[in-house]
């Protein structure tokens, strides 16, 4: 019995195991599933795992959700090996983590967070990693909507909340928009209010791989061109390259055979035979100059 009464006890334990912000935040940086933007996002993760379920790892929101990030029902259902929402509320916070950050790193992939992320301000404030995290949380659907309108207010689920309440509330800030709405309270008060707090970080502007990486513009257009053609654009500049010499020396031997054949039989002399000599060869040497530059 008493073997029994440890056992319960070591059960309640673990189901109402809570961890921190900071601990979140270090599981998202120790994710090999998270990519190199969800880790950038690392801070705001850990605020939203407070703001989802108050750092409890076994919570159920009584409707659709689990856990310390609250993963869906849908996406608990995708994870492999399988298991039950029951088995997920026992993971460690590694082990769920590492679960969302697989399905959130693809989430901040599509055309809603992207557009969102890149676009620096929105409504009158910045755009923050928390606000792209409320984004994918909110739905991307619904992001979108936000996102045409030019308004927060656009969009707010059943309690009220709005995209950019949300972020509000993750980064523990009130910020005003130029719709001139105060964030989460539905209200459309034409009284902006603000407070000393601000946002904890903004989005850097860049194009990224499908991996959240930063990368430049050549890059961007090489994997572009290479998806689109199959081929890297350094190949495709090699096979014109070899083209060209080919199409060079077929021309020049050409030539230099046709001033052998004029020397030959005697219509030009041995001068104009090593004058035209030379400007067979310069025109191959400026063809193969202007190749190395391009």
């Not at 959240?212 to 572009?224: L, V, Y």
Request: hydrophobic share 45%.
């Amino acid at each position: 019995m008493c073997l029994g009464l440890l056992m319960l006890a070591w059960s309640n334990a673990a189901h109402s195991q809570t961890v921190t912000a900071a601990q979140v935040q270090q599981a998202i940086l120790s994710s090999p599933n998270a990519s190199a933007q969800l880790q950038g996002y690392a801070g705001a993760v850990g605020n939203l795992a407070m703001f989802e379920s108050g750092g409890r790892l076994s919570v159920y929101n009584g409707s659709c959700c689990y856990g310390v990030l609250q993963m869906n029902n849908r996406n608990i259902a995708s994870i492999v090996p399988p298991v039950t929402p029951a088995q997920f509320r026992t993971w460690s916070l590694q082990q769920q983590v590492n679960a969302w950050s697989t399905f959130m790193s693809d989430a901040l992939r599509t055309y809603s967070a992207r557009t969102l992320a890149g676009m620096g301000t929105f409504d009158g404030r910045p755009v923050t990693p928390s606000m792209v995290l409320a984004c994918v949380q909110l739905g991307v659907g619904n992001c979108m909507t936000m996102i045409r309108s030019g308004r927060c207010s656009a969009f707010a689920d059943i309690n009220g909340t709005t995209i950019c309440s949300m972020a509000d509330r993750i980064d523990g800030t009130t910020t005003a928009t130029n719709s001139g709405s105060i964030p989460g309270t539905g209200t459309g008060s034409p009284a902006p209010v603000f407070t000393n707090l601000t946002p904890t970080s903004v989005i850097n502007n860049c194009i990224t791989d499908g991996y959240g990486h930063c990368i430049s513009i050549s890059a961007a257009m090489e994997q572009g061109f290479q998806t689109g053609s199959g081929r890297s654009m350094s190949d495709v500049r090699g096979f014109i390259q070899s083209l060209t010499v080919g199409i060079t020396f077929l021309v020049c031997a050409w030539l230099a055979l046709g001033l052998w054949r004029e020397f030959t039989t005697g219509r030009i002399a041995t001068a104009d035979l090593v004058m035209g000599g030379r400007s067979v060869l310069m025109i191959a040497a400026a063809i193969f100059v202007v190749m190395t530059v391009v």
